[in-house]
């Protein structure tokens, strides 16, 4: 029978700080349904209001920088990362997309922290509303659901 390894069953997720990044861009009707729904599944899981930091920046291009930045604290159990980027006339969306994806991922492994990727890349603003607590939930909660799995998942896990 092979090892297998679950988030643990203790505290280990409520005890997490964690850090929501979020893009103003798009923010009355997308990007801040996803902020509430990150922070509503964070304390109704028991996460502190005090132990949850909601940073807003500009655009999903600047999401990675305020990443880093914070990473580079060891603050964190994990980040959740909220933005929309929808699809235009040009290619423009297809660069943002490529670059931010790749920055956070490189990010999350060289940190070896959990950051949920709530970066929502649609065709039409409808599709970013539906993922932003409409008919197809609210991606921002999935994320903070995600996270706290993560943390608990990482904190069983052996260190060498």
Not at 56 to 61: K, L, Q, S, Y
Not at 94 to 122: C, D, K, Y
Request: glycine share 8%; hydrophobic share 45%.
């Amino acid at each position: 029978m092979p090892n297998e390894y679950r988030p643990a069953p203790d505290d280990a997720a409520k005890s997490a700080r964690y850090a929501i990044v979020a893009a103003e861009w798009n923010r009355d009707d997308i990007t801040q349904p996803l902020a509430d729904g990150a922070v509503a599944k964070l304390t109704e899981a028991g996460v502190p209001d005090e132990q949850i930091d909601l940073v807003w920046v500009p655009g999903a291009w600047e999401i990675p920088v305020a990443v880093q930045r914070l990473a580079d604290t060891c603050r964190y159990g994990a980040i959740i990362t909220l933005g929309a980027v929808i699809k235009g006339q040009t290619s423009h969306d297809h660069w943002i997309n490529h670059g931010v994806t790749e920055a956070l991922m490189r990010i999350a492994t060289e940190h070896s922290l959990p950051v949920q990727f709530g970066v929502l890349m649609v065709n039409s603003r409808e599709h970013a509303v539906a993922r932003a607590g409409g008919e197809k939930g609210n991606k921002g909660a999935e994320c903070a659901e995600a996270a706290m799995q993560m943390v608990a998942l990482l904190k069983s896990l052996p260190t060498s």
